[in-house]
C-alpha cells in the first residue's frame, strides 16, 4: 500500500503513472462498453427481481467493472470484496488488528495478481494486466511494481463498493425530492453522478503527505 504510486513522489510517481498510462488507454476503457452495459443489465434483472438495490446492483456493480478491466474471471471476484477491504482499512484504521488483516490480505491479493499476471504473460488477453505485463521489455513495470499497481486499482474497484453502495442508496434515499426528479427526468443520470461524487465521496483518505518545499513566499 505505502509503497503504490497514490503514496510515492516524482520521479518514481512520474515513472509509475506513464508507464501505466500507456497501457490504461481511452480505447480500453471504452471498449468496456458492452462489458459494462452487460453488469448493469444483470444487476437491473436482479432488483426487478426480489433482489434489493444494494445487494443486487449497487454493491456488485463497482466490482464486476473494475474485474472485467483488469481481466480477473468473474467466478474469482466476489472474494476480492473482503480481501480489499482489509487490505485498505489501514488507510482509515492504524490499530494493531487493522494492519494484521491488512498483511493478511496482502498476501493473498499479492499471489493471486502475481500468478494472474504469469498467466497472461504467456496467454495474453484483451485487458488491463495482459496489457501491463506485456509492455515493453526495456522500460517495464518489475514483477512487484505490475501485482502492487493491480492490486490498487483492485482495491479502487472493490474497497469502495461498501461507500459507493450506501453513496448511492443513502444519499437519493436522504433526499427524496431529488430521487423523484432523478426518476421524472432520466437524462440527468450524468449530472447526478457527478454531483453524488462532490456531494459525498466513496474516497475519504487521510494521510500525512507535505510539501517538499516552502511553497509561501511574502510579498516584497
Known sequence: MFGSIMMLNPPAHTRLRRLVSACFTARRVAALRPAVERIVADGCDQ??????????????LPVGVIGELLGIPAADRPMFTELARDWSAVLEELSPQAMDRADTAAVVIADYV?????????????DLISAM???????????????????LLL???CRDHDRA???????????????????????LAIPAVEELLRYDSPVQILSGRSAPDDLYRRRA
Open 47 to 60: 432488483i426487478a427481481g426480489d433482489s434489493d438495490f444494494v445487494t443486487g446492483f449497487a454493491t456488485p
Open 114 to 126: 502475481a500468478d494472474l499476471a504469469e498467466r497472461r504473460r504467456e496467454h495474453p488477453a484483451d
Open 133 to 151: 505485463a506485456a509492455a515493453d521489455a526495456a522500460d517495464r513495470l518489475t514483477g512487484d511494481e505490475l501485482v502492487t499497481m493491480a492490486a
Open 155 to 157: 482495491k479502487a474497484g
Open 165 to 187: 453502495a450506501v453513496q448511492l442508496a443513502w444519499s437519493l434515499l436522504a433526499h427524496p425530492d431529488q430521487a423523484a426528479r432523478l426518476r421524472a427526468e432520466p437524462f
